[in-house]
Each structure stands twice: as structure tokens, then as C-alpha cells.
């Protein structure tokens, strides 16, 4: 009995693997739909994210089935239950990646990002699939180190978004409002993408120390920092 | 010995209830922290979101002992489980509601809403906080139809962020891109505490009714509806 047991929670820390990885590629094919104005990837990605959405409900109900049958104590417990919150977070990630591909569909054929920006967008967006790749493997292998590691990967998504709202308040940009709303919410969907995969990693790091890692302070909205030091600057 | 459980479980409720308010309150009160650029009201809802925050930390492990001692089953082990999501959605809302205050904080002494813009944001304040009422409201009742209310207050939110956008995109805009920006990450703020709150409310559904009211449904990026419907407007 113990065996199965352990074999559905396995295939739980599977799941949300598989998450992991969908919304990494997600993210990274919508920033390239919306750098090449792609609206067949963009359409592509804006379909796919429902293989997330069921993926964390199927997800969900296993879990929760599993603490119905099996009622699990002290640290299966908060397997099971860490695991749920894993799946918030990457269900959303999986959200945030739809939004950036909408926002690529909605000004087809268009780009949404001028040209003096593109490189920082590809910048943020790869770094945003490498933060979710990190945060699988720190699933996969519970490594703290690595875990850890994302925060700082974390800290350099807060300079590009930071360089971003340079050019934005720049008394030089000239392509907008409207423009300048894109970039507002493609930055912020990116910062936000970011900020949940650090935070799998960090309940990563909760499980294997019991220690939060400052859970709390995922989102001290660097968005508004970047504001005042872009402004300071 | 099930008394007890039942005493614990209604704990776990009351303290989603002072969440809710405390967030829907926070809201109100960055609101006007905002349009009157009153930075000491700004810093105390900075400040009390950690009340929040510390609920939250405790309602969780209350809700994690709570299974590990009883193993509740069926609707009771639902309850918990759907409880420690909701406190989430509450959790994120005060986050928003600080990230308002921070904003009017940030832009102090002068206001980050220009007149012309006083009216609407004033009317989201309000109705954010008329949303997160209700939903506490639907926490104590198990109240369907409000609980479904809900989605239609929504939909007014929708509108006021539309007519946000509007105002972004006409031509006429001319408080520069600064305060854009500003506009366009506070209608952000307000559309995701909306959707929180009525997350939370159909949540209590999905409890009395066991059905799903479309739970994936709920945050269909509207602002992006809405900067594609002002622009075709």
C-alpha cells in the first residue's frame, strides 16, 4: 500500500514537472510569436496553455484524492500540500505566457515591441524560460542550491525590467501610448512569470528544510522600484 | 473530539473572513491614499499588509495540522483544501492594495491619477472593495446567488478598465507617458483584486455545489480585451 502511495506521489512531482516544462516553452514561444509578429505561434501558444489548465486540475484532484485515501502526516503532508500550491503557480505562469501571445495576436501584424527595445524583450523572455527550467530541475532533484540560485537570476529579470521603464520614461521615447502600455504589461507579465517560478523553487527549498526561504517577499513590486530608480537615475 | 474539529474548522473560516476584510479595506483606503495624496494613509496600508500576511502564515499551518490530526475526508477535507487557496487569493489582494498605496506613496506629493481620470479610478476603489465585501459576505452565508452576483460586478469592472483604456488610447491623452504607465499598472491592480475576489466567491461554490463555475475561466487577460475593444471603439 505504502508503495503506491509513493509511486502517485511521484507521479504528482511528475506533473508538475510536465507543467514546468509547458509553460517554460510556452513563454519562450510567445516572446519569439511576439518579437517575429508570428500569429500562427501565438495562436499556437494561446491553445496549448488548456494542456496546463487540465494538467493542474487532474493535478489537483489526484492530490487531493490522495490525502482523502492515503492521509498522509508530517512531511508527506506537506508534499501533498506544497504540491498544490506548485500547481497555482504554474498554472498562472501558464496564464502569463497566454497573455504575452494575445498581446502578440492582438497587434499582428504588427510588432507590439519597437525595435530599440526588442533586444531587452528577447532578453527577458529567455531568461524567463531558463528561471522556469531551473525551477523542473529543482523539482527534479530538490537541490537547495539551485534553488537558491534563482533568486538571482530573479535580481537580473529586476534590471532588464528596470532598463525597460528607463525607455519607457526616457523624454526621448517616441513610439507612444499605446506602445507604451504594451511594454507596461509585457513587463510586468514577464516580472510576475518570473516571480512564480522563483517561487516553486523556494517551496522547493521549504520542503526539504522547513524553512521559508522569506516566502513572503516574492513580490515586493520591483515594478514600482523600477519606476523610482529609473526615476532616480 | 469532532466538536473540536468543527470549532477549528469555523476558526479557519472566521480568519478568511477577517482577510477579507482587512483587504477590502486596504483597498479603500489606497484608493484614497491615491486621489488625495495622502502619504501617511498611504504608509499604513503599506504597513498593514503584514497583518495580513501573518493570518495568512497562521491559517495555513492551522489548516496543514488540521489535516495531519483529523484526516478529514470528503466535503470536510474539500473545505480545508479550498480554504488554504482562497486565504492565497486574499493574500495576493492585499498585495495589490499595497502595490496601490505604494504607487500614490511613490508619486507623492503629487497625484499619480490625473482629474480627468479621478472619477473611474475612484468608482474601481469602490467597487473593489464592494467585491471583496461580498465575497467575505459569501464566506459567512455559503450564499450561491451572490456568490454568482459576483461575476456580474465583475463585468462592471471590466467596463470601468475599458473606459481606462479609452482614455489611454484617445489621442487627446496628454499627461505624457509617466503617467500611463501609472494608469495602466493601477488598472491592472484593480482588475486582479476584482478577480480574486470573485475567485474566492467561486470557491464557496465549488464547496456547496461541488460544481466547478468555471473556475479557469476567471482572469481571460481583460485588459487586453480592453485595449482591443477601445481600439476598435
Same mark, same amino acid.
Given at each position: 500500500?505504502?508503495?503506491?502511495?509513493?509511486?502517485?506521489?511521484?507521479?504528482?512531482?511528475?506533473?508538475?514537472?510536465?507543467?514546468?516544462?509547458?509553460?517554460?516553452?510556452?513563454?519562450?514561444?510567445?516572446?519569439?510569436?511576439?518579437?517575429?509578429?508570428?500569429?500562427?505561434?501565438?495562436?499556437?501558444?494561446?491553445?496549448?496553455?488548456?494542456?496546463?489548465?487540465?494538467?493542474?486540475?487532474?493535478?489537483?484532484?489526484?492530490?487531493?484524492?490522495?490525502?482523502?485515501?492515503?492521509?498522509?502526516?508530517?512531511?508527506?503532508?506537506?508534499?501533498?500540500?506544497?504540491?498544490?500550491?506548485?500547481?497555482?503557480?504554474?498554472?498562472?505562469?501558464?496564464?502569463?505566457?497566454?497573455?504575452?501571445?494575445?498581446?502578440?495576436?492582438?497587434?499582428?501584424?504588427?510588432?507590439?515591441?519597437?525595435?530599440?527595445?526588442?533586444?531587452?524583450? /528577447?532578453?527577458?523572455?529567455? %531568461?524567463? @524560460?531558463? $528561471? !522556469?527550467?531551473?525551477?523542473?530541475?529543482?523539482? =527534479?532533484?530538490?537541490? #537547495? +542550491?539551485?534553488?537558491?540560485?534563482?533568486?538571482?537570476?530573479?535580481?537580473?529579470?529586476? /534590471?532588464?525590467?528596470?532598463? %525597460?521603464? @528607463?525607455? $519607457? !520614461?526616457?523624454?526621448?521615447?517616441?513610439?507612444? =501610448?499605446?506602445?507604451? #502600455? +504594451?511594454?507596461?504589461?509585457?513587463?510586468?507579465?514577464?516580472?510576475?512569470?518570473?516571480?512564480?517560478?522563483?517561487?516553486?523553487?523556494?517551496?522547493?527549498?521549504?520542503?526539504?528544510?522547513?524553512?521559508?526561504?522569506?516566502?513572503?517577499?516574492? +513580490?515586493?513590486?520591483?515594478?514600482?522600484?523600477?519606476?523610482?530608480?529609473?526615476?532616480?537615475?
Amino acid at each position: 500500500m505504502r508503495d503506491a502511495y509513493h509511486e502517485e506521489l511521484d507521479s504528482i512531482s511528475d506533473s508538475l514537472v510536465e507543467m514546468a516544462r509547458l509553460v517554460g516553452s510556452a513563454i519562450g514561444r510567445a516572446t519569439t510569436a511576439m518579437l517575429d509578429s508570428d500569429l500562427k505561434l501565438a495562436e499556437n501558444v494561446i491553445e496549448a496553455d488548456q494542456k496546463v489548465d487540465e494538467l493542474q486540475h487532474d493535478l489537483e484532484a489526484r492530490a487531493i484524492a490522495l490525502l482523502a485515501r492515503q492521509q498522509p502526516v508530517a512531511t508527506d503532508l506537506r508534499i501533498v500540500v506544497t504540491s498544490l500550491r506548485m500547481s497555482a503557480d504554474l498554472e498562472r505562469s501558464g496564464d502569463l505566457a497566454q497573455h504575452v501571445a494575445k498581446l502578440a495576436r492582438l497587434r499582428y501584424p504588427d510588432r507590439a515591441v519597437p525595435s530599440d527595445l526588442h533586444a531587452t524583450i /528577447l532578453e527577458m523572455g529567455q %531568461l524567463a @524560460q531558463r $528561471l !522556469m527550467a531551473k525551477a523542473a530541475e529543482v523539482i =527534479i532533484t530538490k537541490d #537547495v +542550491d539551485l534553488a537558491l540560485q534563482l533568486e538571482q537570476d530573479d535580481d537580473e529579470m529586476d /534590471l532588464l525590467h528596470r532598463t %525597460l521603464f @528607463q525607455h $519607457l !520614461m526616457d523624454d526621448r521615447w517616441k513610439h507612444g =501610448i499605446e506602445t507604451a #502600455v +504594451d511594454v507596461t504589461l509585457l513587463g510586468r507579465y514577464y516580472e510576475r512569470f518570473a516571480d512564480h517560478a522563483v517561487s516553486v523553487a523556494k517551496r522547493v527549498v521549504y520542503l526539504v528544510t522547513g524553512e521559508h526561504a522569506d516566502e513572503l517577499q516574492t +513580490d515586493v513590486q520591483p515594478e514600482i522600484q523600477a519606476v523610482s530608480e529609473a526615476e532616480s537615475a
